[in-house]
């Protein structure tokens, strides 16, 4: 399934386990927010939102299709930056922990504003480079045009557990970065996105004994 158009990506939304009106309304305020911060700020490309709910809010959102409700938080969202997915997650399940990474100043005060104005109290903006934020074990790890597979792994497979689960949105790259990828044991294979056609996101996790690679490095 794809979605085409503004009104496709509604539907499916509406349609989220996770979707009520209180869901409803704080993402109507983000999608406010985020085209007012934009004038100030280059959040995403101003084309992007004329489909600001297919190419940013579905696009997000669709992470939660992987992710059962009883996984539990916390939710590590890497490189964070506009608010996706991390605002979209935590503005769904206002109950997870999300802990949303950025290291760039204007970036985190977006962040935290946003997060204030949608009432995400379990949710943090942790605003430092991920190489300096301390190591926990998490449940969920995202991120969205963060860094090159093997790259993202070395940095972020501390926080991992054999549990963890790791949500990579890849874009036309996806397959090829799995095919390349070497020297991890993992479950990952490449979803289909539901946003574009041609775009995958990496889903699986990796081995404790590989994670453990990671936290050395």
């Known amino acids: 399934m794809i979605l085409h158009s503004e009104a496709d990506a509604r539907d499916w939304l509406a349609q989220l386990p996770e979707w009520d009106g209180a869901a409803a309304e704080r993402l109507d305020a983000l999608v406010r ?6 004038t100030r700020q280059n959040l995403v490309s101003a ?15 669709q992470l939660l299709t992987h992710v059962p409700r009883e996984t539990g938080s916390p939710w590590l969202d890497l490189g964070t930056g506009a608010g996706f997915p991390g605002l979209v997650i ?3 399940r206002p109950e997870c922990a ?10 985190i005060e977006w ?44 940095l972020s497979a501390r926080f991992s557990t054999a549990d963890t689960i790791w949500l990579l949105p890849k874009g036309r790259s996806a397959p090829q970065e799995l095919q390349e990828l070497s ?23 990796v081995a404790e004994s590989t994670a453990r690679k990671g936290r050395k490095s």
């Open 33 to 38: 927010l985020l085209v007012e911060e934009n």
């Open 47 to 61: 084309a992007s939102l004329a489909e600001v709910w297919r190419r940013h809010i579905a696009d997000s959102a």
């Open 90 to 92: 935590a503005a769904l």
């Open 98 to 107: 999300v802990l949303m990474v950025e290291s760039r100043a204007r970036r």
């Open 111 to 154: 962040l935290e504003r946003a997060r204030i104005a949608l009432g995400l109290d379990r949710a943090e903006v942790v605003g430092a480079r991920l190489e300096l934020v301390p190591s926990q074990p998490v449940r969920v790890i995202s991120a969205r045009a963060f860094a090159p597979l093997p790259r993202l792994l070395e």
């Open 183 to 205: 020297g991890w044991q993992h479950t990952f294979h490449v979803e289909p996105s539901l946003t574009d056609a041609e775009a995958g996101v990496i889903v699986g996790t």
